[in-house]
C-alpha cells in the first residue's frame, strides 16, 4: 500500500515540476510567433507580439489550472 502511495506521490511531482517548463515553452513560442509576424509585416509597434505573448500567457495559465485540476481527482 505505502508503494503504491510513494508512486502517485513521486508521479504528481513530476507533473508539477514539468509545469512551469511547458508554460515557459508556450509563452516563448507565443512570443517568437508575433515577433516572427510583426518583423515580417514591418509592424513598427510590436502589436502582434503583445497579443500573441498575452495570448500564450492565457492559454499556459488554462493549462495549468486543468493539469493541477487533474491532479487533485
Known sequence: M???RDNNNRHKWI???NIPIQM???IFLFSWFGG???EEYANTKNTN???FTLLGVFIA???VV???N???K
Do not use: C, F, P, T
Request: no cysteine; hydrophobic share 50%; proline share 0%.
Open 2 to 4: 505505502d508503494n503504491k
Open 66 to 68: 486543468r493539469q493541477v
Open 24 to 26: 515557459g515553452i508556450i
Open 36 to 38: 516572427w509576424i510583426d
Open 61 to 63: 495559465l488554462y493549462n
Open 15 to 17: 507533473a508539477l515540476i
Open 49 to 51: 507580439r503583445i497579443i
Open 70 to 72: 487533474e491532479l487533485n
